[in-house]
């Protein structure tokens, strides 16, 4: 079936990250999903190769989630958290901390990993102040780094695009680390993490940290695997000696795990898979499957401890932040039986077994296909990235996602880079239909 306007209007919808002149001239509508696969309005099969952004961890429609919802729905709908709160509430943040590394133990929630950051920011800001160290107002993040589109997570992030139009609209007192990938060391990475012959944390210490005095820096906030930019992966005792230096200077360490939190990594969080506790986590997406937004914070106790230690009387809010949907009980049922169901079914350890298997598929098939320069794979997620054509930067990935698109594949384009993050339910057929499909789209541009 062809596509026709009359089914429905495409005018409406502003797109957001999405070239929206191009895509209402072929416009790409979803309208089911089950499993590993959407239906499109026109009536085909296109698999799912990105975990819908990131989001879907156990594929599409699964029957125990969604009862959950229906059941939260004739229950509770919706009830305020400010002053009171809901029974679900309670239960995710038990689920969620029971999972968490180290002594995380305390959980703030939000709608979206936006948010998250956001919330993150301020609480380390909140927490200094508590302690009388309010003079601790400086944040660094990392180039390419991706922290949402909060004024707050576009000031420490460090992508170029998302920062441009806002100038002096963001946080004045951010700083950035540089990025944690060298193709002329480590342009091929197969499951293991890259050596680099330098230390890429010498200029936090030698010139970042001076420069702003360590006492004036209230956060360092990273990605542990640099997921929007293209799956790029820390240098091998990277996450760990960031985790020294911040103790060494009293610094909050943030770690945002919107991507790579519950499984992607094969395990909890990227803070299991390399053994770094950081101060709080940010998280998202897969939390509730992708079905309904919520989002959060963990942080360690300590933080939380610091904040009720005032001499304000009982009636007076610590710490003045939250949202209206702040632990929406719809979104925390959606949690408790996404979180039961990846247990259920050990799925976070199957997405560490098939992304071997994903990662092996990327390394055999595309090493020496034109303008390929660099593989990286680790955890269930792997890149490819491409030569971009000259003048026109992005647009030979964008039109590998699209040729893909039109085969029966959605993968992701970030700059000149093609990511493929199945839902931990992929099966080897699947992947090789990913693979192969992207190869073709590969061989053609």
Not at 68 to 97: H, S, V, W
Not at 164 to 189: C, E, N, W
């Amino acid at each position: 079936m062809a596509y026709n306007e009359t089914e429905f209007d495409t005018g409406s919808h502003w797109l957001p990250f999405t070239p929206n002149r191009h895509f209402r001239k072929e416009p790409r509508v979803f309208v089911a999903a089950s499993g590993m696969h959407f239906t499109t309005h026109d009536g085909r099969q296109v698999i799912d190769g990105i975990s819908s952004l990131w989001c879907v961890g156990a594929g599409h429609a699964r029957a125990p989630i969604n009862e959950a919802i229906k059941k939260q729905l004739d229950t509770l709908d919706y009830g305020t958290t400010f002053q009171a709160t809901n029974d679900r509430a309670f239960e995710a943040a038990d689920m969620i901390t029971a999972l968490a590394p180290g002594d995380l133990d305390k959980v703030l929630f939000c709608n979206s990993g936006s948010e998250a950051v956001d919330t993150a920011l301020k609480l380390a800001l909140a927490y200094h102040r508590a302690r009388g160290e309010g003079h601790r107002n400086v944040f660094i993040g990392r180039e390419r780094g991706y922290h949402g589109v909060g004024f707050g997570g576009i000031s420490v992030g460090g992508i170029p695009a998302n920062r441009k139009a806002y100038g002096t609209s963001m946080l004045p007192r951010v700083d950035h680390m540089r990025f944690i990938h060298d193709p002329a060391q480590a342009a091929y990475i197969h499951g293991e993490e890259p050596v680099w012959k330098d230390d890429p944390l010498l200029e936090l210490e030698q010139r970042i940290l001076p420069l702003h005095d360590p006492s004036n820096v209230a956060a360092v906030i990273v990605e542990p695997v640099a997921g929007s930019a293209g799956w790029y992966l820390p240098p091998k005792g990277y996450l760990q000696r960031l985790r020294e230096i911040c103790d060494k200077h009293g610094i909050l360490l943030v770690f945002d795990e919107v991507i790579t939190g519950f499984g992607r990594m094969g395990t909890n969080f990227a803070a299991d898979f390399y053994g770094v506790v950081p101060d709080m986590l940010t998280f998202a997406k897969c939390v509730t499957n992708g079905v309904i937004p919520l989002g959060g914070v963990i942080c360690r106790g300590k933080l939380y401890d610091q904040m009720m230690k005032t001499d304000a009387p009982e009636h007076m809010v610590e710490f003045f932040h939250g949202y209206t949907y702040s632990g929406h009980p719809v979104a925390c049922a959606a949690a408790v039986a996404t979180l039961k169901l990846y247990k259920e079914e050990n799925l976070f350890a199957r997405a560490g077994d098939m992304g071997k298997v994903l990662g092996d598929a990327f390394h055999a098939t595309f090493k020496g296909l034109p303008n390929v320069v660099g593989i990286r794979s680790l955890g269930c997620a792997a890149a490819v990235e491409l030569a971009p054509i000259a003048g026109a930067p992005g647009k030979r990935a964008y039109d590998i996602f699209i040729d893909c698109y039109k085969r029966g594949a959605l993968v992701r384009p970030a700059g000149d880079v093609i990511v493929i993050a199945p839902p931990y339910i992929v099966e080897k057929p699947h992947i090789e239909q990913l693979v192969d499909t992207l190869a073709g789209s590969i061989r053609k541009h």
